[in-house]
């Protein structure tokens, strides 16, 4: 039972080791691109739970103790928080945490070099393109990869 109470390391160390891993797979998040970050498939979810179970000793060490996992939660949730706030208020930190979109069709010309660069599948630019009711390349006005990892897809307007 005193282990339920009982830290294994100073409190501040937690709050240490959350920021660090916190900071890191912020970084290796951005940096995996913004497909990684929309639609999961099975093998993103399998990711993520692999990269839980990863890096859950860097942020725990030894400890056990029930104070040490809600230190450990309330300094995640604040971070989290934080960077929603910091982006809310400052469009560069925005663009530099969120990114920016990125142009994958224009006035019906695709940019097939942009779609595998964004690791967008053949596929995955058709089905937004049905979800546009655009049967036809030529009907495309302007195809965005979102930063949340959506695809927005703009009909041009039949005149």
């Given amino acids: 039972m005193d282990d339920l109470w009982d830290l294994s390391m100073p409190w501040q ?3 240490l080791r959350a920021v660090a891993v916190y900071v890191v797979c912020l970084c290796m998040t951005r ?15 399998l ?9 859950q000793n860097s942020l725990i060490g030894d400890d056990t103790s029930l104070v040490g ?13 934080l960077v929603g706030v910091v982006s809310a208020r400052s469009r560069r930190m925005d663009r530099i945490l969120q990114g920016s979109p990125a142009l994958l069709a224009r006035d019906g ?9 964004r690791n967008v599948s053949y ?14 390349d030529e009907e495309i ?19």
Avoid: Y
């Avoid at 940096?31 to 093998?43: E, I, Y």
């Avoid at 996992?69 to 928080?81: D, E, K, P, S, V």
């Fill in 123 to 136: 596929q995955d630019f058709q089905v937004a393109k049905r979800a546009a009711d655009c049967r036809a």
């Fill in 47 to 55: 990711v993520i739970v692999l990269l839980g179970t990863a890096v």
């Fill in 13 to 15: 160390e937690f709050i």
């Fill in 31 to 45: 940096l995996s691109g913004k497909r990684s970050v929309g639609q999961h498939t099975p093998f993103d979810i």
């Fill in 141 to 159: 006005e302007l195809a965005l990869l979102e930063t949340s990892g959506s695809i927005t897809i703009l009909k041009r307007r039949s005149d």
């Fill in 69 to 81: 996992g809600l230190i450990l939660a309330a300094t995640l949730l604040g971070l989290n928080w």
């Fill in 109 to 117: 010309i695709i940019d097939w070099r942009e779609l595998v660069l």
